[in-house]
């Protein structure tokens, strides 16, 4: 028997002030995906297309929380989350992209965020993680000016209904993502494969941010941020090729989001990034403007870092190989651990690329972890617990270099683990499982992890030291 006291366990030590959290997103949870007037996303649709998920899974169900959220808003208090980043579905407020509002969409936030509260736990919604109205995208999608004014418009109108309780919201999440992989190579909805097509979906993703953070001021929002996930980037040699390919990944992952962003102007080596393109002509003037205006923080998304090497790349599609020569290739380090993504387990890059970051942006508000977690191969014993010892040994070592890079003075205010529940990790559908609380698919139980007993003992253990 153990006599160990929480105390006694190796925690990570952190500022009394810097809070701590779990996230999720409306798609990859929800389920209910025709309930009570939603509208259709790009990832409905995207689901639907064979082949483009792994089994066939979607969303329809995913997790239930639609219908569950009290259980999961109790698994948050006890953990001890002082604050809860999830994601509100564009599709259940304006079901068409633009025009009508749903208010039984609204009731459902009007009652999460009622729920979390009531549980002391702060609610903290990013308004586009990935799920864009439908129709959005068939009159253009992020191709477009126009979504992004949507996007500032369905903003204000979540605002409005929840803003009086709400203290802290993301814009977007991973424009990266949204842009690249959904846009660029197609392996995200709208799986658009159109290369250098993805250039005006960055641009309209930034000033669709930038307006919306207009719109929630106008509406007395209190803290605003946006969650990006810069990575940090390594070539894999000296050589001139492989550090050539570094900087057109720089520019792609990081630049092109941190410079209009934090230094007021569009990615320092774009020409030689996206080669011959240079109509940039959906640019408009002032555009840096309402992009790059003062916010709150910055979230950071962190997994793992990539290895950069020249390659050609083999797609045989000529506009997804333009895509893919901004892009380089990217490998993995050698010799670490992987998670059953295939991302080496590597903190130390964590707390370099956070140091890096500040230096780097000297104008950078204060960052807030917006996700950082583990996919796992987790095994239930016979009581369905999973004792996910390489998970908490993940959430240690990445706790612990973020709170080096604290110790050394990067402004971090806050932490959200990825994430609360096992849920729908897109194209990998339900087969890579990142929640600190195991799902069972076939009857929507939950079940704490050893992971979640983990942070809660964490948790606890640094509540204590605030008083
Ligand atoms: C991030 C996404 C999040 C989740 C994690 C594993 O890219 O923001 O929704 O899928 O990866």
């Known amino acids: 028997m153990s006599t160990r006291s929480a105390s006694a366990e190796d925690f990570p030590q952190f500022p009394p002030g810097f809070f701590f959290g779990a996230a999720t997103a409306s798609y990859q949870i929800e389920g209910a995906w025709d309930e009570d007037g939603r509208g259709v996303s790009i990832w409905d649709t995207y689901c639907r297309t064979?082949?483009?998920?792994?089994?066939?899974?979607?969303g329809d169900v995913a997790c239930d929380h639609y219908h569950r959220y009290p259980e999961d808003v109790a698994?948050?208090?006890?953990?001890?989350?002082?604050?809860?980043?999830?994601?509100?579905?564009?599709?259940r407020i304006v079901p068409e992209g633009t025009g009508a509002v749903n208010t039984k969409g609204l009731d459902f936030y009007d009652r999460l965020v009622d729920e979390l509260l009531a549980a002391g736990v702060e609610p903290a919604p990013t308004l586009y993680h990935w799920d864009l109205p439908q129709p959005?995208?068939?009159?253009?999608?992020?191709?477009?000016?126009?979504?992004a004014e949507a996007f500032a418009d369905y903003a204000a109108v979540v605002a409005e209904r929840i803003?009086?309780?709400?203290?802290?919201?993301?814009?977007?999440?991973?424009?990266?993502?949204?842009?690249?992989v959904g846009y660029a190579v197609g392996r995200h909805a709208p799986g658009a494969r159109e290369g250098e097509g993805a250039l005006a979906a960055v641009h309209h993703l930034l000033v669709g941010h930038g307006l919306t953070v207009q719109a929630l001021r106008a509406a007395g929002a209190r803290e605003v941020g946006v969650a990006l996930n810069p990575d940090r980037l390594v070539a894999a040699t000296d050589s001139p090729e492989d550090l050539a390919a570094l900087v057109r990944a720089e520019t792609m992952h990081n630049d092109c989001w941190f410079d209009p962003l934090f230094a007021g102007r569009y990615p320092l080596h774009e020409q030689e990034t996206w080669g011959e393109i240079t109509d940039f002509g959906f640019r408009r003037e002032g555009d840096l403007?309402?992009?790059?205006?003062?916010?709150?923080?910055?979230?950071?998304?962190?997994?793992?870092?990539?290895t950069i090497r020249a390659t050609p790349y083999r797609d045989e599609d000529p506009a997804v190989r333009t895509a893919a020569d901004i892009r380089a290739e990217e490998t993995w380090q050698e010799g670490p651990r992987r998670t059953t993504m295939g991302w080496p387990v590597v903190p130390s890059s964590f707390r370099d690329l956070l140091v890096d970051l500040a230096a780097r942006y000297p104008a950078l508000p204060p960052l807030v972890i917006t996700e950082n977690g583990s996919a796992?191969?987790?095994?239930?014993?016979?009581?369905?617990?999973?004792?996910?010892?390489d998970r908490v040994e993940y959430?240690?070592?990445?706790?612990?270099?973020?709170?080096?890079?604290?110790?050394?003075?990067?402004?971090?205010r806050g932490y959200?683990?990825?994430?609360?529940?096992?849920?729908?990790?897109?194209?990998?559908?339900?087969?890579?499982?990142?929640?600190?609380?195991?799902?069972?698919?076939?009857?929507?139980?939950r079940t704490p992890k050893d992971s979640y007993r983990w942070y809660q003992r964490f948790l606890a253990e640094h509540r204590s030291r605030r008083s």
């Open 50 to 58: 064979p082949g483009k998920v792994a089994d066939g899974a979607t």
């Open 75 to 91: 698994l948050l208090r006890d953990l001890g989350a002082d604050s809860y980043r999830f994601s509100v579905a564009w599709p």
């Open 136 to 147: 959005l995208e068939d009159r253009g999608g992020w191709r477009v000016r126009e979504t």
């Open 163 to 180: 803003g009086d309780r709400v203290g802290r919201w993301m814009t977007l999440n991973e424009p990266f993502c949204a842009a690249f």
């Open 289 to 306: 403007e309402i992009i790059g205006q003062p916010i709150d923080f910055c979230g950071v998304n962190f997994y793992r870092p990539i």
């Open 376 to 389: 796992e191969a987790d095994v239930p014993d016979e009581d369905g617990v999973v004792h996910d010892a």
């Open 395 to 412: 959430l240690r070592g990445h706790l612990q270099a973020l709170s080096q890079a604290v110790a050394e003075g990067v402004d971090v």
């Open 416 to 445: 959200y683990v990825w994430s609360l529940l096992d849920n729908f990790e897109w194209a990998f559908g339900y087969d890579r499982r990142f929640g600190i609380v195991r799902v069972d698919y076939d009857t929507l139980a």
